[in-house]
């Protein structure tokens, strides 16, 4: 059976999405790392329409000073919308949403972070939602925790996330802007795979304690494919340096 | 006892280099009996020691006894404030530059070192809780005139230097050049000419970004002496 | 308080040098003092957007949304559209720029571009009605600085033209003129109704040198810098003198003279870029490769 809301097919005849995914299909991931000049790190992170660039500064000197932590760097997020990612355009101020995502954001990617190599300075994260399509703060950490090793942090992990959520009695990974409208769940979730712990965890709607274990573990999987990704567009660089030497040299 | 990567490849945070009893030199941290990378780096494996050198960062951890090159951003009667690429801004006592003490009712510091000038300088003191101290007098320290300055990624200091500074005694042999390099990223070029300062510079560009991959020596080595034959052919 | 950016301290040493390149008609950068840097435009790239563009001059890159809504119009203008120019320089884009407020500096870059627009007539406002007096499109067009390399101005002003031009409104039918109802028919949409294409050029002075295009380095040791304004028909439509130097009349007309000179092409180049380069979905592709 279809199941349709609000005139949209979410999940057609077939169990297809309105986008044509199975349930647990990623929509198109492309990650590049390193993409501005001027920030000490940066990464550029798609999730299908979804488009996130972030940048990192620091350490460096906190201001104002009173913040500063004697055992430890702090971390600073600023999760922001462009007024043009959405619909409707959003006002330039940070809206309440966005103060919220920035510090939960803040807190799924600290926990990877080994900041008491750094006292008395700041490690600020900037993301920017260039296009909204669903699953913004996930790509907002996938980018981040990037854009944080490529600054040279020293990190127990990389951070990854993905959204999960219900629509109807289907289990669905990786919610376009379409489904997390009009699904009966959303469930974002990031985690630190090498130490298996969960550093984001929100959800809206309503599922049963069963869906809720599916749901866990379908985005356990999710984040295992991205983590993979993430990892190897860290290396890509180095790789196309020694490419590029290797044709050279045979020239 | 298990590894997962061989010497020098490149390993980024999260990679599980190893499993079993290995000694860690830097770079990576203990999670049960896996050794974990923590930076973007090459991974160097020698018998039961694991080290990680970092690829990235934009910023320099001060050591005491390093030597960098500073700039002068602000002054007090007694003190230059020197940007050594550090979260935090050194500080060099009047004394520790001129080599005694200073009258600050008498003299105003800023006729030695303004702001915007470079120095060479030893790191004397730092610890956790205060901001680095530096001094800038004795042999090799002291404000910087003339030449020019390249600035790299403090991480990549140990391959410009090369084992015992090997790396860039080949660069001084080659092209006769004063060079001073500081821990911080920060390095200090002065040749018989432009030229040749250049071609310092593009070497030590090329160190940075080829430093992860095996054969560096003998590619710089071939770079300079490639470069030297060409400015000679310039010269005549 | 409005936050102002702060200066980054250039090393004497360093400022000898660029000052010595520039004496034999040098740059840092290997430019020629009144060359710009490349200049690369993406159009139309974002999907929820009417209009968009990202531009690359040199390493700086700016990012420009157009979004158009329904509005009232001004009670003086009745039967004229509205548009607003707004630039965000966030953290994304240089270790100087803060959260908060926008600074004095992004609101500078804002209304020159804002009066550049005005002044050259681009965009056809009295066909931008729907309901005179009642119902006006309203076009506003998002400067967002992504990295900066410098000259953010000429950026954004590209960034904003190349938008505007690759945007669109969509086509509406009057439901209820008393009422002011209207509603989207389709799919349908048509160009922004434009008429004219102004670009600016940025001048910096560095003690006795002029250079056009400065990079970030070159504005953190300039004394004064100079926008000058061209609408298609090559006459000045805005002029905007910044820093806290001063310009000789002879740099002016220097400046002048060059910008006339050099108008054209850029022109051509904007027009060239944005027919030929690939948009949407594809324009990332061609992103990622950069």
């Known amino acids: 059976m279809a199941i349709e809301r609000n005139g949209v097919i979410l999940i057609d005849e077939e169990g297809r999405r309105s986008d044509g995914r199975k349930w647990d299909e990623l929509r198109p991931i492309h990650i590049k790392v390193g993409v501005l000049r001027r920030a000490d790190g940066s990464a550029l992170v798609e999730m299908g329409k979804t488009k996130v660039l972030a940048s990192v500064y620091g350490p460096r000197e906190i201001h104002p000073r009173h913040l500063a932590l004697p055992d430890k760097a702090i971390l600073r997020v600023a999760y922001r919308m462009a007024t043009f990612s959405v619909t409707e355009r959003k006002k330039p101020q940070p809206s309440r949403r966005e103060i919220e995502l920035s510090k939960v954001i803040k807190e799924a990617l600290a926990p990877a972070l080994i900041l008491d190599e750094f006292p008395r300075t700041a490690i600020e994260v900037y993301a920017l939602v260039l296009q909204a399509d669903g699953g913004t703060r996930v790509a907002s950490i996938n980018a981040a925790a990037l854009a944080l090793a490529d600054a040279g942090i020293p990190m127990k992990d990389l951070v990854t996330a993905i959204a999960v959520g219900r629509i109807g009695n289907y289990i669905v990974v990786d919610l376009n802007d379409l489904e997390d409208k009009y699904g009966d769940a959303d469930m974002p979730i990031a985690m630190i795979p090498v130490t298996d712990e969960i550093t984001l965890l929100q959800m809206d709607g309503t599922m049963t304690p069963e869906q809720f274990d599916k749901c866990l573990e379908a985005a356990k999987r999710a984040i295992l494919e991205i983590y993979d990704l993430q990892k190897e567009a860290l290396r890509y660089r180095y790789l196309q340096i020694k490419k590029e030497l290797m044709e050279e040299q045979s020239k | 006892m298990t590894i997962y990567f061989k010497n020098m490849d490149i390993v980024v945070p999260g990679d599980i280099i190893a499993r079993g009893d290995y000694k860690i030199i830097e770079g990576a941290y203990k999670l049960g009996d896996m050794i974990v990378a923590e930076v973007i780096g090459i991974v160097y494996i020698k018998d039961k020691n694991i080290k990680v050198v970092p690829l990235e960062g934009s910023y320099y951890i001060p050591k005491v006894g390093d030597i960098i090159v500073g700039k002068i951003v602000d002054y007090n009667p007694v003190s230059w ?39 060479i300088a030893k790191v004397a003191v730092t610890d956790r809780s205060t901001n680095p101290q530096l001094v800038a007098y004795g042999k090799g320290l002291g404000k910087i005139t003339g030449g020019k300055i390249v600035y790299v990624a403090p991480p990549k200091i140990p391959r410009i230097l090369g084992r015992n500074q090997s790396m860039i005694k080949m660069i001084r042999d080659i092209t006769k050049a004063d060079i001073k390099v500081g821990n911080n990223g920060v390095i200090w070029v002065k040749a018989r000419n432009k030229e040749l300062e250049e071609l310092v510079i593009g070497t030590i560009l090329k160190i940075e970004r080829e430093s992860h991959i095996p054969g560096l020596t003998e ?9 030297m034959k060409k400015l000679e052919l310039g010269d005549k | ?9 250039i090393s004497k040493l360093e400022e000898e040098h660029i000052l010595a390149l520039l004496k034999d008609g040098k740059r840092i950068d290997g430019r020629g003092l009144f060359d710009f840097r490349n200049i690369e435009i993406l159009p139309a790239l974002l999907e929820k957007a009417e209009g968009s563009a990202l531009v690359r001059l040199g390493d700086t890159k700016v990012l420009v949304g157009v979004k158009v809504s329904m509005a009232k119009p001004f009670p003086d203008t009745p039967n004229e559209g509205v548009f607003v120019v707004n630039a965000e320089f966030n953290p994304l884009a240089s270790p100087a720029f803060e959260l908060g407020p926008p600074s004095d500096y992004a609101i500078e870059v804002a209304r020159v571009v804002d009066r550049a627009i005005r002044s050259a007539e681009m965009i056809k406002l009295d066909e931008l009605a729907i309901i005179p007096g009642e119902l006006v499109w309203m076009i506003n067009i998002d400067i967002y600085a992504i990295d900066d390399d410098g000259n953010l101005i000429d950026a954004s002003m590209i960034g904003a033209v190349a938008a505007l031009m690759s945007g669109y409104l969509p086509k509406i039918e009057i439901i209820d003129e008393e009422k002011g109802k209207v509603e989207v028919i389709s799919e349908e949409k048509y160009p922004i109704p434009l008429q004219n294409l102004p670009i600016t050029f940025t001048f910096a002075k560095i003690r006795d040198f002029m250079v056009l295009d400065p990079n970030h380095i070159e504005e953190n040791i300039m004394d004064s810098r100079l926008t000058i304004a061209l609408n298609s028909q090559n006459e000045i439509c805005a002029i905007q003198k910044g820093e806290g130097g001063g310009f000789k009349f002879e740099d002016i007309q220097l400046a002048k003279d060059i910008v006339l000179k050099k108008a054209d092409s850029i022109r051509n180049l904007i027009v060239n870029q944005l027919a ?9 592709d061609e992103l990622r490769r950069l």
């Not at chain 3, 308080?1 to 301290?9: F, G, L, Y």
């Open chain 2, 81 to 119: 404030s020197v940007d050594i690429r550090a979260p935090y801004l050194a500080r060099l006592e009047a004394s520790d530059y001129l080599g005694r003490p200073i009258d600050p009712s008498r003299e105003n510091i800023n006729r030695f070192l303004d702001v915007g000038d470079l120095v």
């Open chain 2, 219 to 227: 590619r710089v080595r071939e770079f300079l002496v490639n470069g």
């Open chain 3, 1 to 9: 308080m409005i936050p102002e950016i702060k200066k980054e301290i």
């Open chain 3, 276 to 284: 030929k380069k690939p948009r949407g979905e594809e324009a990332w």
